[in-house]
């Protein structure tokens, strides 16, 4: 299964590499690439989400009504759900389609060769590139930094909820998470943290565009109210 994700995407990567000639800059246009095939994915993911959370208020005022009577709860939160066209499932629904991809690409950043049969690749992936002497080697400090920093606004971005504020779980994953990062990144092949870093580093900028339109819609919705 990785390998079917893995070597398309070792193609287009080779493809851009023998295009651009450096094999870091490659690395770049190649995370643009990708994340721009998978943002309508994960705005979807954003945007559904934003709506269940509108609807909570209805969903906690049956969960009280209903609390003695589950068929009933049960029948009137798809009542609720039809009409307000919303899907609970739905939700993870994007997250399952990246999911195969970002583990293929984990798997061909940290090792390439192994899903390009070309010898020019061989040498590619030991190419410098600012600081790093060699992308197939760890960067133990500046990469996983960066790429932990990254990884901590963009958490703390999508923690716009009172719900997932208070929750313990969050919270904790909100610090634990981007330490881990940090420490894969101390392992992991320069290049593979560099893809890490620069898609989380634009995953923050489509996030906050995300966040504007949800405040956007959230102010449009309190005024049809009001």
């Known amino acids: 299964m990785t390998g079917i994700i893995a070597e398309p995407l070792g193609q287009l990567l080779y493809a851009l590499y023998n295009f651009i000639g450096n094999y870091g800059i490659t690395l770049i246009v190649f995370t643009i690439i990708v994340r721009a095939f998978l943002f309508p994915l994960y705005a979807d993911q954003i ?8 609807v909570q208020p209805k969903i906690k005022d049956i969960q009280t ?16 759900y039809k009409e307000e066209k919303v899907n609970p499932a739905r ?3 994007p997250l399952l389609i ?3 991809i970002i583990i293929g690409l984990f798997a061909l950043l940290r090792n390439p060769v192994a899903y390009i049969d070309n010898t020019t690749m061989l040498m590619a992936i030991h190419e410098s590139f600012l600081w790093i002497a060699d992308l197939s080697q760890p960067d133990l400090w500046v990469l996983p930094i960066l790429a932990g920093v ?3 606004i963009s958490f703390s971005q999508t923690q716009t909820s009172p719900e997932m504020q208070s929750n313990p779980t969050m919270v904790m994953m ?6 881990m990062i940090v420490w894969w990144g101390r392992s992991f092949p320069a290049g593979l943290t560099l893809y890490w870093f620069f898609g989380t580093f ?24 009001d």
């Open 47 to 54: 945007k559904h989400s934003s709506k269940l959370q509108d």
């Open 65 to 80: 009504r209903y609390a003695n009577d589950k068929e009933t709860m049960n029948a009137k939160m798809m009542e609720l």
């Open 91 to 93: 939700g993870c629904l």
């Open 98 to 100: 990246q999911m195969p």
């Open 150 to 152: 990254t990884t901590y």
């Open 174 to 179: 909100k610090y634990v998470f981007p330490i």
């Open 202 to 225: 634009i995953q923050i900028f489509q996030t906050k565009g995300l966040n504007m339109w949800k405040e956007k819609r959230r102010r449009k919705m309190s005024e049809s109210i």
